[in-house]
């Protein structure tokens, strides 16, 4: 084994050598971190992305849930504005209108959205890590829009229920009656105090159409997505 002559290698050692070949470590270094920083950051941006497409996904479908549900409520109030118009005329009311629309006090909707995507980016971390806040928070409130739409839904057919649940409750003189037209079964709803407290209310259940606030943040955030993700 050679030995080390420690006289001749403290001879020939320079400070230059040394800090040369320090700087060449600490680059090395700096470099692995910034390697590694950069695909943790390459990583989580795909990670974002691909919540971000869950979520659009999911808002798309309670947009098409919220949509549907506004045309039904709109269809039905539409009806019974009509009733409310003609009742002293219902014959200038075409009998296909009100044969369709025959269940309508009766009808109960139900309506359902999902948070099933927006639960996971909460629960996964990665909302923090998205450096614009205005939009995490224009996309809560597209959410809170979802919810404010069940709470409305709930409480327009809870009310329905809740006349109707008065109207059966009277005794029936003739419950086997046989009306002569649809003419003849309407005017009897129209001169029964509880259909006809439901028909006269249900149009002014809400000041506004419930529906089209939540609709437009929910769009806004969808279109924030495609443009972002």
């Given at each position: 084994?050679?030995k080390?002559?420690?006289?001749e290698?403290l001879?020939?050692?320079?400070?230059?050598?040394y800090?040369?070949?320090?700087?060449?470590v600490?680059?090395?270094v700096?470099?692995?971190l910034?390697?590694?920083?950069f695909?943790?950051?390459?990583?989580q941006?795909k990670q974002?992305?691909?919540?971000?497409q869950?979520?659009k996904m999911?808002?798309e479908?309670?947009l098409s849930n919220i949509?549907?549900a506004e045309?039904?409520?709109?269809d039905?109030?539409?009806?019974?504005?009509?009733?409310?118009?003609?009742?002293?005329?219902?014959?200038?009311i075409?009998?296909s209108?009100?044969?369709?629309?025959?269940?309508?006090p009766?009808k109960?909707?139900?309506?359902?959205?999902?948070?099933?995507?927006?639960?996971?980016?909460?629960?996964?971390a990665l909302?923090?890590?998205?450096?614009?806040?205005?939009?995490?928070?224009?996309?809560?409130?597209?959410?809170?829009?979802?919810?404010?739409?069940?709470e409305?839904q709930?409480?327009?057919?809870?009310?329905?229920?809740?006349h109707?649940?008065?109207?059966?409750?009277?005794?029936?003189?003739?419950?086997?009656?046989?009306?002569?037209d649809?003419?003849?079964?309407?005017?009897?709803?129209l001169?029964?105090?509880?259909?006809?407290?439901?028909?006269?209310?249900?149009?002014?259940t809400f000041?506004?159409n419930p529906?089209?606030?939540?609709?437009?943040?929910?769009?806004?955030?969808?279109?924030?997505i495609?443009e972002?993700?």
């Amino acid at each position: 084994m050679k030995k080390i002559n420690l006289k001749e290698t403290l001879q020939n050692w320079k400070p230059g050598n040394y800090l040369r070949e320090l700087s060449i470590v600490i680059v090395g270094v700096f470099v692995t971190l910034a390697g590694t920083g950069f695909i943790s950051n390459v990583s989580q941006e795909k990670q974002i992305k691909e919540s971000m497409q869950m979520i659009k996904m999911e808002l798309e479908e309670n947009l098409s849930n919220i949509n549907r549900a506004e045309a039904l409520y709109l269809d039905e109030i539409s009806f019974f504005r009509m009733l409310i118009q003609k009742q002293d005329s219902l014959q200038t009311i075409d009998a296909s209108i009100l044969e369709d629309n025959i269940n309508a006090p009766f009808k109960i909707e139900d309506f359902e959205y999902s948070e099933d995507a927006l639960e996971v980016l909460k629960n996964s971390a990665l909302m923090q890590q998205i450096a614009d806040k205005q939009f995490i928070l224009k996309l809560l409130q597209a959410y809170k829009g979802c919810r404010r739409i069940s709470e409305s839904q709930k409480f327009y057919y809870t009310n329905k229920q809740e006349h109707m649940a008065r109207c059966m409750s009277q005794p029936v003189s003739d419950p086997q009656r046989v009306y002569k037209d649809i003419y003849e079964m309407w005017e009897a709803r129209l001169q029964d105090y509880n259909m006809g407290i439901l028909i006269q209310t249900a149009p002014n259940t809400f000041d506004e159409n419930p529906f089209t606030d939540p609709q437009k943040a929910i769009k806004e955030v969808i279109e924030l997505i495609e443009e972002k993700y």
